[in-house]
């Protein structure tokens, strides 16, 4: 049973080019979380999917930043027009309803 | 807005000795509380859980206690294992809104 797989799991990116990362959750669960840790920061929430409905999205920056979970296929944060302050871990999390969480290996996005 | 706080950045012990990483909320409303360790280049594990109806939860080397009227948590390792070095962040959850602390660095010294 496959745990959760994010690719790629490095990313490098000019400033202005288009970011999209990758996430499929853990067979069976229908719930997917972004995260994203800084250099030195916790895990920073982001957005909280379901299939094809996006639950919260309190913690995503209101510009540049989306997210989706489509019917079939992986979910995918994408980040439109990178900067620099992008560079970070970007985890994504599955789970069941209200059950816990479990992180894939990340992907780790450096913008030059 | 830092719900779930972690104050000691670092923790430093011997083998053989307990580790006790503490972890404050603020959030009454939370309800369910984990522990996850993290190892440079990975993501974060699962590691152990306790509910607001429990004040302690033991799994093997791992024992979690919660003191609700405080809103205090923290994680014992006994004994502490060169292994166990690693990056350990506390979450809370209430529905499934799950929020991290800024993590402890665990080290382990043989």
């Known amino acids: 049973n496959a745990g959760v797989m994010q690719n790629p799991r490095h990313l490098v990116r000019r400033r202005g080019q288009e970011a999209r990362l990758r996430c499929s959750p853990m067979?069976?669960?229908?719930?997917v979380y972004w995260y994203r840790q800084l250099p030195e920061e916790g895990l920073k929430f982001m957005v909280y999917l379901q299939k094809e409905n996006i639950i919260d999205e309190s913690g995503m920056p209101k510009e540049r930043f989306s997210a989706e979970f489509p019917k079939e296929g992986p979910s995918i944060l994408r980040i439109q027009q990178v900067v620099r302050g992008d560079s970070a871990a970007y985890f994504c999390?599955?789970?069941?309803?209200?059950?816990?969480?479990?992180f894939g290996p990340g992907t780790r996005l450096t913008v030059l | 807005d830092q719900q779930v706080k972690q104050n000691s950045p670092s923790l430093s012990v011997q083998e053989g000795r307990i580790s006790i990483l503490n972890c404050d909320y603020t959030?009454?409303?939370?309800?369910?509380f984990l522990w996850y360790k993290k190892y440079p280049a990975e993501g974060p594990t699962f590691l152990i859980s306790i509910s607001s109806i429990k004040d302690k939860n033991e799994d093997g080397r791992f024992t979690v206690f919660l003191n609700k009227s405080a809103k205090h948590l923290s994680l014992h390792i006994v004994p502490s294992q060169p292994g166990d070095s690693a990056v350990y962040f506390c979450?809370?959850?209430?529905?499934?809104?799950?929020?991290f602390g800024a993590g402890t660095r665990l080290t382990v010294k043989p």
């Open positions: 999390a599955s789970s069941s309803y209200s059950d816990t969480q479990y």
């Open positions: 959030n009454s409303m939370f309800d369910y």
């Open positions: 979450a809370a959850r209430y529905n499934n809104d799950m929020r």
């Open positions: 067979k069976g669960h229908s719930h």
